[in-house]
Nanobody, 126 residues
Framework: QWHVAESGGGLVQAGDSLRLSCSAS????????MAWFRQVPGKEREFVAA????????NYADSVKGRFTISRDNAKNTMSLRLISLKPDDTAVYYC???????????????????WGQGTQVTVSS
């Protein structure tokens, strides 16, 4: 069964850093573009960052550009998001997503992905 699972969330203070991880299992995770989304209760799920299957292409939301960094390790079937200079507005449930895609391809819309993790909570206190 194809599966992705997030970890690494927690409660931090503004200005702190976190590193989120996503593990993938199933058929050829290295053939998937992957992404991070986040969602606050009562609001739509929001694009955060995406990375192509070979890691050569990345895409970031303007709200996190320069603070968050997405990466992947295909040898370990993992993807990571480094969150730096966290703000209270970064508080959300963060989701890992994946979809089979060609080299260099990323998507910034949730409709582009068909495999989703259960989410990990990031809470940034002021």
């Amino acid at each position: 069964q194809w599966h992705v699972a997030e970890s690494g969330g927690g409660l931090v203070q503004a200005g702190d850093s976190l590193r989120l991880s996503c593990s993938a299992s199933g058929r050829s995770p290295s053939a998937c573009a992957m992404a991070w989304f986040r969602q606050v209760p009562g609001k739509e799920r929001e694009f955060v960052a995406a990375i192509s299957r070979n890691g050569g292409t990345t895409n970031y939301a303007d709200s996190v550009k320069g603070r968050f960094t997405i990466s992947r390790d295909n040898a370990k079937n993992t993807m990571s998001l480094r969150l730096i200079s966290l703000k209270p507005d970064d508080t959300a449930v963060y989701y890992c997503a994946a979809v089979y895609a060609g080299p260099g391809i990323t998507y910034a819309s949730r409709a582009g992905y068909n495999y989703w993790g259960q989410g990990t909570q990031v809470t940034v206190s002021s």
